[in-house]
Every structure is written in structure tokens, then in C-alpha cells.
């Protein structure tokens, strides 16, 4: 394998550290929507265990779907 050149060794150092900060504020962006989501059952204060489980349910199958859609692209 050629040895690096300092301009291409820049390139790919600048590419990986964008790489990282897109994948940070991808992270920080699911984060936040599933906080939010969390959130959302808090505030609405359920009046039972049955339908709190229920909402928790709702929230693990968007959950599951996401990840499925992610899975097949």
C-alpha cells in the first residue's frame, strides 16, 4: 500500500471528524425524540398500571417499526 500523503491524511482526518460530529447530532436528535416521547406519558399522569403499560407498549412499537424501516434500507 502508497504511503499517505499529508493532503490526502488531512482529508481524511477532516471526513472522519465530520462523520463523527453527524453521527453525535444524530444520536443527540433520536435522544431527544424519544425523550420526548417518554415525556408525553409522564405529563398525561395514566390513572392505572394497565394503561401505562399500554402507552409503553405504543412507544416500543414505534420503536420496533423504526428499526425495522432502518433494517431494510
Not at 477532516?14 to 425524540?33: T, V
Not at 424519544?34 to 415525556?39: A, P, V
Not at 401505562?52 to 431494510?72: E, F, H, P, S, Y
Amino acid at each position: 500500500m502508497a504511503p499517505m500523503d499529508s493532503s490526502s491524511a488531512a482529508f481524511i482526518k477532516e471526513y472522519q471528524e465530520r462523520f463523527e460530529k453527524k453521527l453525535k447530532e444524530s444520536e443527540i436528535d433520536l435522544l431527544e425524540h424519544w425523550k420526548g416521547q417518554l415525556e408525553k406519558i409522564e405529563s398525561s399522569r395514566p390513572d392505572s398500571i394497565a394503561s401505562l403499560q399500554l402507552q409503553i407498549r405504543k412507544i416500543t412499537d414505534m420503536m420496533g417499526n423504526r428499526i425495522k424501516v432502518l433494517k431494510k434500507g
